[in-house]
Each structure stands twice: as C-alpha cells, then as structure tokens.
C-alpha cells in the first residue's frame, strides 16, 4: 500500500484475489476497493478493469448470476491483454459452473496465445489460466491432468515474492479423491487441510473445511459424520449461506439416511426458495431428485424414490457425457457429432431392455474413437508446436530486428537533427541558414519515415498496444490542427477547425493514436493542397461516437485512384510521389489505428475539386467525477512555470556525439553539466549526490541504463536519500522501451532525435512530476 507503481497494483491485486478465493468477502472487497483507488490515482487502467471485474466475481460469488454476462461481455472486448486473460479466467470458471466445461477450457488454451512472453507479469497470468485449467479438469475426474495443472499453477510459475495458502492446493487434491471415491486419501487429505484451517484462524475457510469434512465422510457413506461436519453452522447456514447450494443438498441426503425426515425436508425447501429467486448456484448436474429420492426412501415410499433415483441417475449419465465431451470438444468436431448421435439413441431408447447393451457400445465406440483422435491430435500438435515456434522465432527475430534498427539509425539521426536545430539559433549569413533549414527538414522527414515503418511493422505483427485515458475531445482536435497552422499559413491555405458544441466535453480513448490519425489527415489534406481550405470538423454520430471529417480543395482524386489510396507504399497515382514527396504510409497506417480503436476510416474525392476523409471512434463519456480530476490533473501538470532548471546535470551515454550534442543545446543554460560513458560510472557519481537531474541512455556498455537507473532508486530507498529525477534518454523508442524504463524507476522518457525544445519540455515535465510526489496527498 506504500508503493506508488504498477508492482504496488498488482500486489494489492495478489491479496485481494487470495481473500475472494477463500470467500472471505467483506475483507477481499475492502482489499479490492483499496486496489481500485490506487489504481484511479496513479491512472492505471489496466487495474481500473482489474478491480471493476474482481467486483463481478465478487457479485457471482456471493450469488449473484446476471454478473457472468458482463464478465463474458469484458472478456471478449477487454483492449489490455492482462486485464482480458483475467476477465476470460473468472468467465471460464463460470462456464465450468454451468457445466460448459469444453468451452471454458478452449477459452483458458486461446487466452495462453494472448499473454506476451517476455511481459511482466506473464507468468502470473500464466499460473492464473492454469488454476482455472486444474478446476476444469478435475470437474472431469481427470486426475492426472488436474494434478499436473494444479503443479503449473502452485510450483512451475509461482512466485516467492506472491505467497499463496497451502490449503488451496490441497483442498483440490481432496475434493477430487472424493469425486473418484477414493474414500481413505480423501479423509487423509481432509485432516491436512482442517489442520491448516486451524492454524489460518480464517472463518470462511473453516466453512470451506467443514464442506471438504461433509464430501469425505460421504465419499466414505458416513452420513452421520456429515452432519457433525456441518452442525456448527445451525438450520440456516449462517455464516456458510454463501456454500448453501453445494451443503443443503448433502445435508438433506445425510439426514434421510439417518431418519431425520422433517429436516431433510426443510432442506428441500430452502433450495426450493434460493432457486425460485435465482440465488442457488449448483455446479453440474442438480441433486434435487436426488434429495426427494432419498426423502421418499426414508418415508417408505420405495417406489416411487425408485423412479426418481433411475431420473436422478439417467440425468447423471448425461450429463457426465455432456461434461465429458464437452471437456475433448477441442480434439475434433467428429467426436461431438458422435457423442450427439449417441445420446439422442440413448434418449429414444430410454424404456428398451437393450439399454445397457447400447451404452456398453457407446463407451466402447467413444473409447476407441478418443484413443484414435488423441494420436491424431497429438502428431497434429507437434507439427503446431512447430509452426508456431518458427512464428515466434520470426515474430522474435522481426521485432529484435526493428529495435536495433531503430536504436543504430536514430543514434546517428540524433546528431544531424540536434545540431541543426542549434544552428537555426545561431548567427547565420542568409545562403547557409538556408543550408540549415535544408538539414533540419530533412532530418525531421526522416524521422517521420522512420517513425511511421515502425508503426507499420508494429501493426502487422499485432505488437501496437491501445492506452486508454481521459482527454478533452475539442483540445485535443485544436492541438492537433495547430501544429500545422505554420505550415497553412506558408503556403496560403486557410486551416479552420470547428467543434460542434456537444464535442466539447471529456472523452475516454487513446489521445496519442487519436492524434496520430488527426495530424496524418490533415498533413496529407495541406500536403495536396495549393490553394484555397482545409478544414476540420468534429461533431457527435450517436451512441458514444464522434465523427471526424477533413476536407481540403486541393487536387482530388477518382474511384479508380481510391481503390489504392489505403495501400501500404502507395498513392492515388505515381506522379504523385515525384510532385508532392512520401512514401505513401501514413494513410494505410491511419486506417489500421482506426480499426484497431474500434472505428472505420473512408474518403471520397473529385478530381481537381478537393477531397474529403472521414472516421468515426467509439469515444464514451467518463464518469464527471472522474473526468473533472483528469482535467485538474492535466491542467497540474502543465504548470511549469514554477519549476527552477535543474543546476547540476548528470549525463550518462556511451556515444561520443550525443555527449557532444546535449553539451552544446545546455551550453547556454544555467546548469553544471558531468558526463559519464557508461551506468556504473553514473551510478557512482549519483552515490555521491548533488544533482538535480540525470540522464540516462539505455543502451550502454559495463552497465546499461535500465540496470543503473534500478540501483540508484535502490540506494536512494536504502540510505533514506531524495529521489532524484531521471530521464530515459535514448534512441530507443518502442512501447516496450518505454515500459522498461517506467518500471525501472524512470520519471520520463525522451526518444532521440531530440530537438532543443523536445528536451526542456521533457526536463521540465519530469522536474513538475517529481514536486508533485513530493507533496503531501490529501485524505
């Protein structure tokens, strides 16, 4: 709880799911709503939605089962990969609940393809899917893969640093010798378990103990040992009301067998009242006719608990075969099929003497036919195994490839562009600075060029990662037109915006891809325009969505030019490339990022007239509370104006030139400038103190950036010293990049090249994020 980053969230997270699985309720919720309020102050969405689906579970488990259709809804159409494979989890074990355990274990082996490998918190999620697959599999009596599931989930993944209870894992184990009838490991089991929950000083785990007593002792057909097992929690269950649907049908079965009628009968009519009211959550198959069977018997009335045993007994025999085949349906199509066939026989032959001999059949058939689609499965996984090993590798060796090369040529592209855009301050005779602006605007071309095949490689291998945030939707438009009004006002062409009324309000989406689409379009519209207009619209389309649309009068285009305008390295036609420049990216990239947003992007033009592109985002409106903090927020962090430069800077980075670079913009300013070459020599010269600031390059030799950037918050926390600001900078530019150096402990993140500007506002950014964390937060 004293942390302020995403290991704090998801520690916060560890403890609250440890509660809500014990059903501990009232203490996982006061976890969970803690989670949810760090996650709102520190704007971390991916808890945000972690928190709200932990609150659905919650719902469920206390009984609430209209809570399983939102949890199916976010698991199909949660952006955030983590926060999606917990919401497909809780919805699988849903599925399981209701018996549709096949489907619940294809979605636990599709979400597995959704966890990136080398991620943090891969292998929580991992482990997550694996707990759940252990439940799915031991709803199957299958013993060896719950076993072995189970050992993914509580051994191979698990984490010192997130302890989990030992009587999870055992409580499973015993639950599943109960089910097989192995009566003796069962009891064994049990009293493991009972000592733990002893030790653990836990009230809902003694309930879950005092269920685990009940399934022994009936594995064992001790029903008067059932009743001592749940006698503490009296007629109405109390405090263990929230396990009625798995103990009222196991006490009623116990107090027939032993005479104790007019209980077994109040029983009966308690799940009679939670199930009129949807307040009785069964797993599987209902034990209701077995209840009245067993009642009947008790009566006397042997007969008719006959007929409703041989009921009772038929629906569990369909239901195994249901749950079973359900379990394999991943293996092949066929099997279903067979399995349906055979059950509708077994329904038409329902009163036919040759029943037992048809099914005797059916398992054989069903046997032979599993032996023979496991082989067939299993040489088709190893040819899987294959394929989609040699796709990580390329994917692997895809992304190494556009990290180096975006890391070798913005190095370079760093010294070009920096010492251009310093010699545009400098005295220059006329001819050369017109040399300079040369430099300058073909570097920053290069850098577009550069910036957008990284986004479109990015976009091809499904690597481009949605953030989803709180913005003004009519600033963020008139920002985005703004950069270009100077360009508009060169060439003569007029550059209007207009925002309808109704889009003057907070949206929630992602603001940087957003403004990427919007300052593409309206470069590409000024780009094609000579004379005359361009102008930018944003108006509401209805149910959450706002239409965007920019026009221009510039050259146009026809049908036959429009069906090749959205294709990668192409244009309306190949004259236009010589005249106008580009590579023809930008405009398959904006269409991609609005697919990606949940929106469509299209055009039409008139040859020679003008052209006009629209999009329409799905953009909601955040709660007000919650919109107006963000905007407060927003409007605190651009204040700068209070914030001093720093007086003494630390620069760490390996390369010669971008010493040279950083040591000629800061020449004028007010500032001690110490250069280092590598991380260990700026983490001792940090050891030292007495800087303001540092910058850190990521890649370096000895010790890089990430590594020295860890050791200095690490002494910093050691030696009770003040955190001292440090910014990534670096020519490495990924998300990932960024990610790393956030979770090593960066207060910023400035990609190279780097312009003057570019660098004080980034120095300033950060210098105004660390007062803010030094201030006190209000209660």
């Known amino acids: ?427 220059l005779e006329p001819r050369e600075r017109e040399m300079v602006e040369v430099i300058q605007s073909s570097g920053v071309t290069l850098e577009r060029l550069l910036s957008d095949i990284l986004d479109s490689a990015k976009i091809e291998a499904g690597q481009i990662a949605l953030e989803r945030s709180i913005f003004d939707l009519g600033d963020t438009v008139r920002g985005a037109a703004a950069l270009y009004r100077p360009r508009a006002d060169e060439k003569g062409v007029a550059l209007s915006v207009q925002v309808d009324p109704l889009g003057e309000r907070a949206v929630e989406g992602d603001v940087v891809r957003l403004r990427q689409v919007l300052s593409n379009l309206i470069s590409n519209a000024l780009k094609f325009t000579e004379a005359g207009a361009v102008t930018v619209t944003a108006v509401p389309a209805g149910d959450d969505r706002v239409r965007f649309t920019i026009s221009d009068t510039g050259c146009g285009f026809d049908d036959e030019q429009k069906s090749r305008i959205f294709n990668r390295f192409q244009q309306a036609d190949g004259s236009i490339t010589r005249r106008f420049g580009g590579t023809g990216l930008g405009l398959a990239i904006s269409r991609e990022l609005v697919e990606l947003m949940g929106g469509v992007l299209d055009c039409q033009g008139r040859p020679g007239q003008g052209a006009e592109f629209w999009f329409e985002l799905p953009l909601a409106q955040p709660q007000t509370e919650t919109a107006a903090a963000v905007v407060q927020s927003q409007c605190d962090t651009g204040d700068f104006d209070d914030v001093a430069f720093p007086a003494r800077i630390l620069l760490a980075d390996d390369h010669p030139a971008n010493r040279k670079v950083i040591e000629i913009m800061l020449a004028g300013m007010p500032t001690e400038l110490i250069l280092v070459e590598d991380g260990r020599q700026a983490l001792e010269a940090a050891s030292r103190g007495g800087f303001d600031l540092i910058l850190m390059d990521m890649q370096m030799p000895v010790m890089d950036g990430l590594t020295a950037t860890a050791a200095i918050r690490a002494l910093e926390a050691e030696n009770g010293l003040d955190r001292t600001p440090i910014i990534m900078l670096t020519a490495n530019a990924l998300p990932d990049h960024v990610e790393a150096g956030r979770a090593a402990g960066a207060d910023g993140h400035l990609s190279k090249p780097i312009t003057l500007l570019g660098l004080l506002d980034g120095v300033a950014a950060a210098l105004a994020s660390a007062e803010r964390m030094k201030r006190p937060v209000a209660a």
Request: glycine content about 6%; charged content about 30%.
């Open 1 to 427: 709880m004293r942390r302020n980053d995403r290991e704090g969230l998801q520690r916060l997270y560890h403890v609250a799911w440890i509660f809500l699985n014990q059903g501990e309720f009232d203490r996982a919720e006061m976890w969970n709503d803690r989670l949810a309020a760090a996650a709102r102050h520190q704007r971390d969405q991916r808890y945000v939605r972690i928190a709200q689906l932990n609150g659905l579970t919650l719902r469920y488990d206390e009984g609430e089962t209209a809570a399983a259709d939102e949890m199916r809804r976010l698991a199909a159409m949660e952006p955030d990969w983590f926060a999606r494979v917990h919401a497909i989890r809780i919805w699988a074990l849903a599925l399981m609940d209701r018996d549709q355990i096949g489907e619940g274990l294809k979605l636990l082996a599709d979400a597995d393809s959704l966890i990136p490998d080398k991620a943090p918190y891969a292998r929580v999620a991992r482990a997550g899917l694996w707990e759940m697959t252990g439940m799915g599999l031991m709803k199957l009596n299958d013993i060896d893969g719950a076993t072995a599931a189970f050992g993914q989930f509580e051994i191979d993944l698990a984490n010192p640093d997130y302890p989990r209870p030992d009587f999870d894992a055992i409580y499973n184990l015993s639950r599943l010798s109960a089910q097989l009838g192995d009566a003796e490991q069962a009891e064994r089991l049990y009293q493991a378990h009972h000592r733990l929950t002893l030790r653990a000083g836990i009230p809902s785990l003694a309930v879950y103990d005092a269920r685990l007593c009940a399934m022994a002792a009936e594995a064992a057909d001790a029903p008067q040992d059932v009743l001592q097992c749940l006698a503490p929690y009296g007629e109405g269950l109390e405090e263990a009301s929230f396990l009625a649907a798995q103990l009222l049908p196991v006490r009623a079965i116990a107090r027939a067998k032993v005479g104790q009628v007019a209980g077994a009968r109040r029983d009966l009519e308690q799940i009679r009242r939670r199930a009129a009211v949807d307040r009785f959550r069964e797993e599987g198959q209902s034990e209701i006719t077995h209840v009245e069977a067993e009642i009947l018997f008790a009566e006397g009335r042997a007969s008719e608990a006959f007929v409703k045993l041989r009921d009772h007994a038929r629906q569990e025999r369909v239901a195994d075969a249901r749950r079973f085949s359900g379990g394999i349906r991943q293996v092949t199509g066929d099997m279903q099929q067979q399995l349906m066939e055979r059950r509708a026989q077994l329904e038409t032959a329902r009163a036919n003497t040759r029943l037992q001999g048809i099914l005797l059949a059916f398992c054989v058939i069903f046997v032979l036919s599993a032996g023979a689609a496991l082989l067939w499965m299993w040489s088709q996984a190893k040819d899987l195994r294959v394929a989609r090993r040699r796709a990580e590798d390329a994917s692997r060796s895809k992304s190494e490839f556009l990290a180096n090369m975006s890391h070798e040529i913005r190095t370079p592209l760093n010294g070009v562009v920096a010492m251009a855009d310093a010699l545009t301050r400098a005295r």
